[in-house]
């Protein structure tokens, strides 16, 4: 392993006092601990209580999303996304190759089975030009409808991923979706804050989800959201992610199949905390991001950059070494000195559960796989470099 790799790990390890020195971690203050025990005391701590409306609107008003849908989790918002855009048993639904599997899950989830795409190296997001040669090669038009040449089924929609909270090239994405009629989820969960064109991403699309875990930019334990424009599908998400209970003095029915999706008001408490200091923790982060670059600029270090015409929340800081080898000595080194650098997630396609799916011409994700490896990158992190 290369002496600048090595470098740069001692000095993280050097520049924090912890015995172990996490991926990317929570840091909780007294306001915090006051709204959750407010939340207690009020003993509206399940899916009723006005904190979870205090945090849709707050989310509304950081993305400028129309509407904005809390739900327990950022997979659960991404499976309700699914069902909004109509994925159904024997559709199919484009996405990309590098995600977490929560991603290729939640199309699991509704019986539709993922095809795999290229991921573009600048954006580590779907890449556009794999997409469009996908559909000129493999997909044709009829009655409005986008079908899969090699299966015959219908591809219902397309969900690209904000990795690491660097946005993908989403117009370019969006314009291939419209032409060939698919509608665009945007799998937003790792990127609250980042902005494509002076533009919320999350909000390009027919509908997206984002997530609130506890290794997020900001947290509510668990938690996520769905976001958008129509209000018709608002209307639909929050019915169906309540059970799809019937509005009623004091009956209990239900009118079609729904899930128990709703965050709870003692997860909205924890999280209201922090949105309210969104832009405070938003700076830290890509302040740190920006040690970061400076040092591996002068080391020689390759860092993922936001991309051009980005704001990128710098959710996880990147480096790319150069090859898989360096990349598992540098794993290891960072493990020995107890920092917790860490590689990308194995590719979907590889996983026992989607290798019998399709995947097109995945070289750029097979790269990243080999060669990513990610930086500590929790917004209280201090980083004392000589540069």
Same mark, same amino acid.
Do not use: E, S, W
């Given at each position: 392993m290369q002496q600048r790799f090595k470098d740069l790990i001692t000095a993280i390890r050097e520049s924090n006092g912890y015995d172990s020195i996490s991926l990317h971690e929570p840091k909780f203050n007294e306001s915090d601990k006051k709204t959750v025990l407010n939340c207690i005391d009020s003993s509206y701590v399940s899916s009723v209580g006005e904190n979870v409306r205090k945090v849709e609107s707050k989310l509304q008003e950081i993305t400028g999303s129309k509407y904005a849908i809390a739900t327990s989790t950022g997979t659960a918002a991404l499976h309700t996304s699914? $069902?909004?855009?109509k994925v159904t048993v024997d559709s199919e639904v484009l996405t990309q190759s590098l995600s977490f599997i929560a991603t290729a899950n939640a199309i699991s989830y509704c019986g539709a089975k993922p095809i795999f795409i290229d991921i573009d190296l600048e954006t580590m997001g779907m890449c556009p030009k794999s997409l469009k040669l996908f559909l000129e090669k493999n997909a044709f038009l009829k009655k409005g409808k986008c079908f899969n040449k090699l299966s015959g089924k219908v591809?219902?929609?397309? #969900? &690209? #991923?904000?990795?690491?909270?660097? &946005?993908?090239? $989403?117009?370019? $994405?969006?314009e291939i979706c419209n032409e060939w009629n698919i509608s665009l989820i945007e799998d937003a969960a790792e990127s609250l804050g980042s902005r494509y064109l002076d533009k919320h991403t999350g909000t390009f699309g027919l509908i997206s989800a984002t997530s609130f875990n506890g290794n997020k930019i900001v947290t509510a334990g668990g938690g996520g959201c769905v976001f958008t424009n129509s209000e018709e599908l608002a209307i639909k998400a929050r019915h169906i992610t309540t059970t799809a209970r019937l509005i009623h003095p004091w009956e209990i029915g239900h009118d079609e199949i729904g899930f128990n999706y709703r965050m709870p008001n003692i997860n909205a408490s924890l999280l209201l905390s922090q949105l309210n200091r969104f832009s405070e923790i938003l700076s830290k982060k890509r302040s740190l991001s920006h040690r970061y670059h400076q040092y591996c600029k002068e080391s020689g270090i390759n860092f993922l950059c936001e991309p051009k015409k980005t704001y990128s929340n710098y959710w996880l800081n990147q480096i790319m070494v150069d090859n898989l080898e360096e990349r598992n000595q540098v794993l290891s080194y960072g493990h020995k000195l107890g920092v917790q650098v860490r590689p990308c997630w194995q590719l979907l396609p590889s996983l026992k559960m989607y290798k019998n799916c399709y995947q097109f011409n995945i070289v750029n994700a097979k790269k990243a796989y080999e060669t990513l490896v990610s930086l500590p990158s929790s917004p209280h992190l201090k980083l004392e470099f000589n540069i």
């Open positions: 699914l $069902i909004l855009a591809i219902a929609a397309c #969900v &690209p #991923v904000h990795t690491f909270g660097h &946005p993908a090239k $989403i117009d370019a $994405i969006l």
